[in-house]
């Protein structure tokens, strides 16, 4: 009996490679600490210690071990009490420290300890060792081969779906640890004996399918009338070759109940059910043992738990796009196909006088037609007349049979009076049942119809402050409450998929966006600004956070360059409007979907490559100025366009469609490029495509620019060392450096072209006329005075003294700016008008005279104080009174 004082490493009952594994790890990091399994080995276990060189390791048999001595308890793979058997006891002792260190989810019997080391990895081995390697501790190849049997045991071999990257790793350690593979295989993969391939065929011979909500589960259940080990082997056979979404096996021997679970799909949490049995595990994958039920009892409280536990399948409603673009019987079929065109859509519902649905027509009909010079008919001639259709509340199984086996493309959802209030297309299917694929290829314009989508709530959750995630959720339960769906876009989501901040959050509602913002605020007191021009809301939150509304958009343009007509649409051709592929995700923010990411366009796989691309090949066509936001993504994150969107910019470039752009949407651009970081790379970027010349003609990048735009990032970087309060736009300088070689009448044609505010205006015509004479004044002045400096820089520009600094060549011209900025331009005298007069001097021309003299004499530091200041008039301007 050991009777000193002691840590213990322990694990879960029934204890399997992971389990043991991690003790082994844990005796690493706890040198001093003693192992006992808490009950229970599994057969394998037994038969590996029994057999293998594994009998040196150190596992002590718990009753030698007197619990009232222990310490400290160490938990791995485990921190539920009611699994660890007798020493749940030292749980509740005050005087026992206890550490946990585990991979499976929470439950409500979880121990707490003063230190948790909880990750979600496919295995606790793998966490283990993870903090091995971060503190330089070795294992033997012995335990290596044991923690790799650890791995790929409860990896299913590195291939279940909650294997992690952090198991591959710890795998690699391992394997250069001396890890012996062939061991491991040998494990890992067994023939099964005679009696697990009877229970197996019991198992196939009493399986069923049950449906709840619209989802298949498996049922299965065997007896022997003594205990077979390895069931979790057989019920995994069992999943693979029923290729079954989720499977709940029982085994009745040796008087219990053993229960495994399976699970493939979100809707169903093997671990929670099976939580409920006493058991535990994952949501893919868990286990229980039951001693005072039936087997017919345990698989209806299974039915009853499925049946109250899943969320019910999708329905039409919830997949459904709209609003839904619609046109007339009469109308023919050249509009028909200026509508496909335009809204780039393949099939039209046709709707009468009352917007109820009378038939369908495609581009398929309407080309063909077009061939046969029917472009006039009416489309009531050639539409389908008799489309399947669905109501909202349609079931996912029977929207499938509709779009599969009848082989409709494109399915009308219609209210009790068939009038249309969305659609489902075939790769809105393929997003609900999570079969979509979009293509990698560069070549191809990713398919809007087609969207892949994950739940990130806990990536919300962990990344966002909790204000603002209070907020999203407000959002959602609004829209709720409006019957809309409403959706975070834009740089916010993309922003929070790449780790930034990024808290300008936009929401985009499927449906009346205003009347959305509208509500919301009455709702919670907020306060809001509409713009109906565009038909957009700013929602104030608490006087400081702000949400920009606007309702679901399309955009197509009449000709190149122009500004888009605009109106409403779903959020699928919403996010096609948007000029790149990164700034098309949505998370849509209703309750029962909170957290879900939609990504229609690849945005992830781009994100991954870090590549910027853009939707379809005429984005550049439509909107030339999308290539100067290219070339700022590019450089902001550190990507690069695909090959696609390059080739694209060029040939924009080499039709001049940025002549379309007017010089102010030009300037817009420009000023948000010159507010980047890597404003030189930005330049050189630009000048790489021939860009600065849509600018002005003689805007260029060559080397002499390259170094003043060099010398003023040095000196903006001075600058903001300073602290000073005099704000200084950076852009701007930079600006004024970009167009340093322009003539002033070139800068009058430029201010003319671009409708620059009057301000900027101004500095810049300050810079070209004034801006040489002042760097002569300072380099040319004779024993340059502190005053001297003051009065050729006061008047001038902030902004424009900065890029003078930097345009100047010479030390002792950059160090009187220096002098000016830190010493001389707040500098100030204490007289005021009001002081001379009471001195007696008659009021007039000579107070300008007067405080001048004496504002020099303060700048050159021969006066200090308002004492000093009195003496100084008195001196220079009463002495003859006073004589």
């Keep these: 009996m050991y009777k000193h004082a002691m840590e213990l490493i322990t694990t879960h009952i029934n204890a399997d490679f992971d389990a043991l594994a991690s003790m082994i790890a844990a005796s690493k990091l706890y040198p001093d600490a003693v192992m006992a399994f808490s009950g229970a080995q599994e057969k394998s276990i037994r038969d590996f210690l029994l057999h293998s060189a594994a009998y040196a390791l150190d596992v002590r048999k718990l009753s030698r071990i007197d619990l009232e001595q222990v310490t400290r308890l160490i938990l791995v793979d485990i921190r539920q009490a009611g699994r660890i058997g007798k020493l749940s006891k030292l749980c509740s002792r005050g005087d026992v420290d206890i550490h946990v260190y585990d991979h499976h989810p929470p439950s409500s019997d979880d121990v707490r300890g003063s230190l948790e080391v909880i990750e979600p990895s496919g295995s606790t081995t793998a966490i283990m060792c993870r903090l091995l390697q971060e503190r330089g501790l070795s294992v033997s190849p012995d335990e290596a081969t044991i923690m790799m049997l650890g791995i790929y045991e409860d990896t ?47 198992l196939i011979e009493n399986s069923y399918l049950k449906r709840f909500h619209g989802i298949e589960v498996m049922f299965a259940s065997a007896s022997a009338s003594a205990y077979i080990d390895d069931f979790a082997v057989l019920v995994h056979k069992l999943k693979n070759m029923s290729r079954v979404n989720a499977l709940f096996a029982l085994a009745n021997m040796d008087d219990r109940i053993y229960i495994v679970g399976r699970s493939r799909i979100k809707e169903i949490n093997a671990g929670e059910i099976l939580g409920a049995f006493g058991g535990g595990g994952h949501a893919t994958a868990a ?20 049946e109250h536990s899943i969320v019910p399948a999708a329905r039409a409603c919830d997949i459904m796009s709209s609003p839904v673009k619609t046109i007339a019987p009469d109308s023919d079929l050249q509009e028909a196909s200026r ?60 929207i499938q049979r509709h779009i599969i086996n009848e082989n409709q493309r494109f399915l009308p959802v219609v209210d009790q009076r068939r009038r249309i209030v969305g659609a489902i297309t075939r790769t809105d299917l393929m997003r609900a049942l999570h079969l979509d694929d979009p293509g990698e290829s560069d070549s191809h314009e990713p398919d809007p119809g087609q969207a892949r989508t994950r739940i990130m709530a806990g990536m919300l959750e962990e990344r966002l402050p909790d204000d603002v995630l209070s907020l999203l959720k407000r959002v959602g339960s609004a829209a709720d409450e409006m019957a809309c769906n409403a959706y975070a876009v834009g740089g916010f989501v993309r922003d929070l998929y790449l780790r930034g901040i990024n808290l300008d959050i936009d929401i985009v509602i499927e449906g009346d966006g205003v009347a959305f913002a509208r509500a919301l605020a009455a709702q919670h007191g907020y306060g809001v600004k509409v713009y109906k021009k565009f038909g957009t809301a700013v929602v104030t939150v608490d006087g400081s956070m702000k949400i920009d509304v606007a309702s679901a958009r399309l955009e197509y343009y009449e000709k190149p360059a122009a500004l888009p007509t605009v109106e409403w649409s779903s959020i699928k051709l919403d996010l096609y409007r948007r000029d790149f592929t990164i700034n098309t995700l949505a998370v849509r923010l209703n309750r029962r979907h909170f957290g879900q990411l939609i990504d229609f366009f690849g945005a992830r796989r781009d994100i991954k490559e870090k590549q910027i691309r853009v939707l379809h090949n005429l984005s550049f066509v439509e909107d030339p100025s999308r290539i100067f936001r290219a070339i700022r993504f590019e450089k902001r994150f550190n990507f690069q366009l695909s090959k696609l969107t390059r080739s694209l910019i060029e040939n924009a470039v080499k039709a001049d469609f940025l002549l379309n752009l007017s010089g102010k949407r030009i300037f817009s651009e420009l000023q948000l490029l010159l507010k980047e970081e890597r404003v030189r790379t930005l330049m050189k970027r630009l000048n790489d495509f021939d860009l600065l010349k849509y600018i002005h003609p003689a805007v260029c990048y060559n080397p002499s620019v390259n170094r003043l735009m060099k010398s003023i990032e040095s000196v903006l970087a001075w600058y903001d060392l300073l602290y000073l309060d005099n704000h200084c736009e950076k852009w701007f300088v930079y600006f004024l450096g970009l167009i340093d070689r322009l003539s002033a009448e070139e800068a009058e044609q430029l201010l003319r072209r671009c409708d620059i505010k009057r301000a900027y205006s101004v500095s810049i015509m300050t810079a070209k006329t004034g801006g040489m004479q002042v760097l002569l004044d300072l380099a040319n002045k004779k024993n340059l005075q502190n005053a001297d400096i003051y009065r050729i820089l006061h008047q001038i520009p902030h902004d424009v003294s900065l890029y003078l600094m930097a345009k100047s060549g010479r030390t002792s011209t950059k160090k009187a700016f220096s002098v000016y900025f830190t010493q001389l331009q707040h500098a100030r005298v204490h007289l005021t008008g009001n002081d001379l007069k009471q001195l007696g001097i008659e009021p007039g021309r000579s107070y300008r005279h007067i405080l001048d003299r004496l504002r020099d004499a303060v700048l050159n530091g021969q006066v200090s104080g308002r004492s000093d200041e009195l003496r100084f008039v008195r001196r220079n301007f009463l002495k003859d009174r006073e004589q």
Excluded: C, W
């Design 156 to 202: 299913g071999n590195l291939t279940f779906t909650s294997t992690t990257g952090a198991d591959f790793r710890a795998a690699a350690f391992l394997l250069a640890q001396g890890a012996n593979l062939n061991v491991v295989a040998d494990m890992v993969i067994k023939e099964l004996n005679a009696d697990q391939v009877l229970l197996l065929n019991q």
């Design 287 to 306: 286990s229980a043992t039951v001693h005072d039920m039936t087997l017919i009892q345990i698989e209806q409280e299974l039915h009853q738990m499925l």
């Design 339 to 398: 509508m496909l065109t335009r809204y780039n859509i393949n099939v039209l519902p046709v709707v009468d006088d009352k917007e109820r649905l009378v038939g369908l027509i495609s581009r398929q009909i309407i080309e063909r037609a077009k061939h046969h010079g029917l472009k006039l008919q009416p489309v009531s001639a050639y539409m389908s007349t008799e489309p399947a259709a669905v109501r909202p509340a349609t079931p996912l199984a029977r």
